[in-house]
């Protein structure tokens, strides 16, 4: 069955132009993909060097902030009564207090020691074996007070607005 009404245009649409359109589409668009894949290859590489430092950059002394410093900034450090200095930058909170907690203990088992390192203490021990043996401390009376009076407190009164006080048995 033919139907000569009913005919293919040539004039309407070019067949190798659309195949030579996506032809050329699909090529460009490799091409695009491959430069993209490229640039991204060239930007990492770039990351990876070490930066520059440009010419009005501080250097890493002049970056620090005025003194004094927070415990975890950088250059936070701490001069022990020895002389010795403990660098504590960046650690866990806690690290000033170990430092100086071992100091303490230091001071309590070996006695302190004078700026010449002569020691002028004791340690704690020894400290309270010569208080409990010289009998040194004051010891409570064993009388009781015999007045009610001595039991009494001092109250502000409010006929002096807080000013005289008086005692009362509470």
Known sequence: MRNVEVTHEYSDISVGG??????ALTVGTIMVAVGVWW??????????????Q???????????PPGPRLQAAPGFAVTL??????????REPQAEYQVVRKQWEQALQQGLKDPSGNTVGMPIDQAIKAVVTSN????????APTKLEDYAISVPTAASSGQATEKRLQ
């Not at 640039?39 to 520059?52: D, G, S, T, V």
């Not at 040194?136 to 009388?143: G, V």
């Open 18 to 23: 659309v195949l030579s359109f996506m032809f």
């Open 39 to 52: 640039l991204f290859n060239y930007f990492n590489r770039q990351e990876a060097k070490e930066p520059r």
């Open 54 to 64: 440009g010419p009005m950059a501080l250097s890493k002394q002049e970056r620090l």
């Open 81 to 90: 009564e020895n002389g010795a200095r403990v660098n504590l930058e960046l």
């Open 136 to 143: 040194a401390l004051p010891a409570r009376t064993t009388e």
